[in-house]
C-alpha cells in the first residue's frame, strides 16, 4: 500500500527565515511526486510534480528536490504570503487509473 | 489546460434533506473524475473517482453516491444528509490519468 508521511504538521517561521518542508513515501514504482498549496477554504494548487531521484524544480521562493524516498520543498526567505497548507502526493506507475496517495499537509505559517 | 468548476461554495443543509453537488471540467476530454473529501487533521479521503460516463468506483462505504451523466460532469449526492457528512468536499480531475486539477471547493455544513 503506498503511503505518504509530511513532517512537521506544523511550521511556524519568522520572514526570511528559511527551512525545509518533509514527505516521506513508500510507493511501489514512482510515476511522479506532486507538490500543492492549499489556501483556507480553497481547493489545492498544484506547484511541481517531480519524475525520478536527483530531480529538482524551482518557483520563486520554493525549490522541490526528490530523493528515492523523500521529497522536500525548500522554503528560501519565505513571506507572509507563502502562509498555506503544502500537501505532497505519489502516483505509482501500475495501472491506467493509478490515484495519487496524499499526505496529511503541513501548514506553513510566516509571520512578518 | 484542464479547469474544475465546482458549486456552490458553502452549503447548510437539515439532516435528512437530500444533496447535489455539481463539478464540471472544462479543457479536456474523458478525463478522470475524483471528489474528495477533506477534514481537519486527517488529510483528503478519496471518496468517488471514476474513469467514464457511468462509471463509478466507491472508495469508502458511506451515506453519499456519485454519478457521471456526461464526459465532464461529475454529481456528488446523498439521499438523507448526515451530521458526520460535515466536511469540505472537492473535486478534482486527471487529464490522460496524470496529476490532478481541483475545483474550489464546497465547504457542507449539516445541521
Known amino acids: 500500500e503506498d503511503q505518504v508521511t509530511q513532517s512537521p504538521e506544523a511550521l511556524r517561521l519568522q520572514e526570511g527565515e528559511s527551512s525545509s518542508l518533509n514527505c516521506s513515501y513508500t510507493v511501489s514504482g514512482l510515476r511522479g511526486l506532486f507538490w500543492y498549496r492549499q489556501d483556507p477554504g480553497k481547493g489545492p494548487e498544484f506547484l511541481f510534480t517531480?519524475?525520478?531521484a536527483g530531480e529538482e524544480k524551482e518557483k520563486e521562493r520554493l525549490k522541490a528536490t526528490l530523493t528515492k524516498k523523500e521529497s522536500f520543498l525548500h522554503i528560501t526567505a519565505p513571506k507572509p504570503e507563502d502562509s498555506a497548507t503544502y500537501l505532497c502526493a505519489v502516483q505509482p506507475q501500475t495501472g491506467a487509473n493509478s490515484k495519487l496517495t496524499f499526505g496529511k499537509g503541513i501548514t506553513l505559517s510566516v509571520r512578518p | 489546460s484542464q479547469t474544475i468548476h465546482q458549486w456552490p461554495a458553502t452549503l447548510v443543509q437539515p439532516v435528512g434533506s437530500p444533496l447535489s453537488l455539481e463539478c464540471t471540467v472544462e479543457?479536456?476530454?474523458?478525463?478522470?473524475l475524483y471528489w474528495y473529501r477533506q477534514a481537519a487533521g486527517r488529510g483528503l479521503q478519496l471518496l468517488f473517482y471514476?474513469?467514464?460516463?457511468?462509471?463509478i468506483s466507491s472508495e469508502v462505504p458511506q451515506n453519499l453516491s456519485a454519478s457521471r451523466p456526461q464526459d465532464r460532469q461529475f454529481i456528488l449526492s446523498s439521499k438523507k444528509l448526515l451530521l458526520s457528512d460535515s466536511g469540505f468536499y472537492l473535486c478534482a480531475g486527471s487529464p490522460q490519468a496524470y496529476g490532478y486539477t481541483f475545483g474550489s471547493g464546497t465547504r457542507l455544513t449539516v445541521v
Open positions: 517531480l519524475y525520478s
Open positions: 471514476s474513469v467514464g460516463i457511468g462509471q
Open positions: 479543457g479536456t476530454s474523458n478525463p478522470n
